[in-house]
């Protein structure tokens, strides 16, 4: 069962509102990590083990083969949809816990933060407006919001922003219209560099937010079944 949504949340709901072809590639495996887990709802109870798992829930029981495929092909579809749809973002196919695909979308660091600061501004708005817009035909996924920093302060402080940022991205969505119960976010704090933090660029670049939409349990029945459109 999922756990309910840090408050911070709540405050990420308050200060937000919901009024070029992006990189398509295929990405690897998404492995556990370090962070301050944080289950989806609406709520105050944030994980203990202060640790993520894979993305996606796992099932627990193999996938076949045309199973995945039906559902590879549907995220392949909405992975292009996403790269055509959304400008300064960048969205590759990965694998999700269950070893299905799934979609990385990648918020580009220069429309999303300014530096300790975990407030949208109106470009990171608009981008996530095209996003929440284009995944209305997609109900059943679930998406993992991972929040990032770069290496500006302590670690503390940088585990704490992180979640913050997360937070807020999951808020806009939940004003655009997406359920929370569906959502699970999770600060990365400075661990996960894809650029030097001993650069301004490449701390430009570290302070982003990743978003994985993945299968939840009820499409991945729905392909075993043959119902799934």
């Known amino acids: 069962?999922?756990?309910?949504?840090?408050?911070?949340?709540?405050?990420?709901?308050?200060?937000?509102?919901?009024?070029?072809?992006?990189?398509?590639?295929?990405?690897?495996?998404?492995?556990?990590?370090?962070?301050?887990?944080?289950?989806?709802?609406?709520?105050?109870l944030i994980g203990k083990d202060g640790k993520s798992a894979a993305i996606g829930a796992a099932i627990g029981t193999a996938v076949g083969a045309g199973v995945g495929a039906l559902i590879g092909?549907?995220?392949d579809n909405k992975a292009a949809e996403l790269a055509a749809a959304m400008e300064d973002a960048n969205v590759e196919v990965v694998t999700d816990a269950n070893d299905l695909k799934a979609v990385k979308v990648t918020l580009e660091s220069g429309i999303l933060f300014n530096t300790s600061s975990s407030t949208l501004n109106d470009a990171s708005k608009a981008a996530l407006k095209k996003f929440a817009a284009n995944m209305a035909d997609m109900p059943d996924t679930d998406l993992t919001i991972l929040g990032h920093t770069d290496n500006t302060g302590t670690p503390e402080y940088n585990e704490k922003l992180s979640v913050q940022r997360a937070a807020s991205v999951a808020g806009f969505l939940q004003n655009c219209g997406m359920s929370v119960d569906r959502?699970?976010?999770?600060?990365?704090?400075?661990?996960?560099?894809?650029?030097?933090?001993?650069?301004?660029?490449?701390?430009?670049?570290?302070?982003?937010?990743?978003?994985?939409?993945?299968?939840?349990?009820?499409?991945?029945n729905d392909a075993q079944a043959g119902n799934l459109n």
């Open 1 to 44: 069962m999922k756990k309910v949504l840090s408050a911070l949340i709540c405050t990420a709901l308050i200060l937000s509102g919901c009024g070029n072809m992006s990189n398509l590639a295929k990405g690897s495996a998404i492995g556990g990590g370090s962070g301050a887990a944080v289950g989806a709802g609406v709520g105050a």
């Open 183 to 220: 959502m699970t976010i999770e600060g990365r704090s400075f661990h996960e560099p894809v650029a030097d933090n001993s650069t301004k660029e490449g701390r430009l670049q570290n302070r982003r937010v990743e978003i994985y939409i993945s299968a939840n349990e009820k499409m991945i």
């Open 73 to 75: 092909k549907k995220m």
